[in-house]
T-cell receptor, first 111, second 117 residues
Framework: QKEVEQDPGPLSVPEGAIVSLNCTYS??????FMWYRQYSRKGPELLMYTYSSGNKEDGRFTAQVDKSSKYISLFIRDSQPSDSATYLC???????????FGTGTQLKVEL | GAVVSQHPSRVICKSGTSVKIECRSLDFQATTMFWYRQFPKQSLMLMAT?????????EQGVEKDKFLINHASLTLSTLTVTSAHPEDSSFYIC?????????????FGSGTQLSVL
């Protein structure tokens, strides 16, 4: 079993839809949780960063962490074609140098 | 967010040649940089952790003599793929963390697409 599980998709939604992306994990030591967006043949771009459980909102993006269920989510409201990309979840324990990544979910927002 | 510059963005080389990829943190100092490899439609695989002024730490299965890493300053790390072969063709990405940061945020370069003929 992988430490971090993420549905690779592809996920196709119409413009304006609410998108829900999620990851599950098995390592209870993970405390830092991140979401990255990666366009084709580009480096990942940090979207959201959260520590421990709870919600965090930034514009159209909301990140949720439920440590009791070992489940994290990223919600995108009013999705736009420019949101079409691969979304990677990543996490690490405190003081840990290494991030553990999910496989990424490919999202396509259609006009 | 912090800026990490990676160069070149794309390189095509003949089998047997060596290729050097540079990773620079432009507006911060990074004691530690990381090198990843990514195959199409797959996630990032950590290859090695580059530590300024000391030897890199390689992940299991990664040949240190094949993938030479140098981290001579707090803003520059290089990855050299020696005697490249077609199976080394991949997307290589570096990342760095601000040495002053108290969080775990990691910033990535734009990646290098290596094609070995």
């Amino acid at each position: 079993q992988k430490e971090v599980e993420q549905d690779p998709g592809p996920l196709s939604v119409p413009e304006g839809a609410i998108v829900s992306l999620n990851c599950t994990y098995s390592n209870s030591a993970f405390q830092y949780f991140m979401w990255y967006r990666q366009y084709s043949r580009k480096g990942p771009e940090l979207l959201m960063y959260t520590y421990s459980s709870g919600n965090k909102e930034d514009g159209r993006f909301t990140a949720q962490v439920d440590k009791s269920s070992k489940y994290i989510s990223l919600f995108i409201r009013d999705s736009q074609p420019s949101d079409s990309a691969t979304y990677l979840c990543a996490m690490s324990p405190p003081g840990g140098n290494k991030l553990t990544f999910g496989t990424g979910t490919q999202l396509k927002v259609e006009l | 967010g912090a800026v990490v510059s990676q160069h070149p963005s794309r390189v095509i080389c003949k089998s047997g040649t060596s290729v050097k990829i540079e990773c620079r943190s432009l507006d911060f100092q990074a004691t530690t940089m990381f090198w990843y490899r990514q195959f199409p439609k797959q996630s990032l695989m950590l290859m090695a952790t580059s530590n300024e002024g000391s030897k890199a730490t390689y992940e299991q299965g990664v040949e240190k003599d094949k993938f030479l890493i140098n981290h001579a300053s707090l803003t520059l790390s290089t990855l050299t793929v020696t005697s490249a072969h077609p199976e080394d063709s991949s997307f290589y990405i570096c990342s760095a963390r601000d040495r002053r940061a108290t969080n775990e945020k990691l910033f990535f370069g734009s990646g290098t697409q290596l094609s070995v003929l």
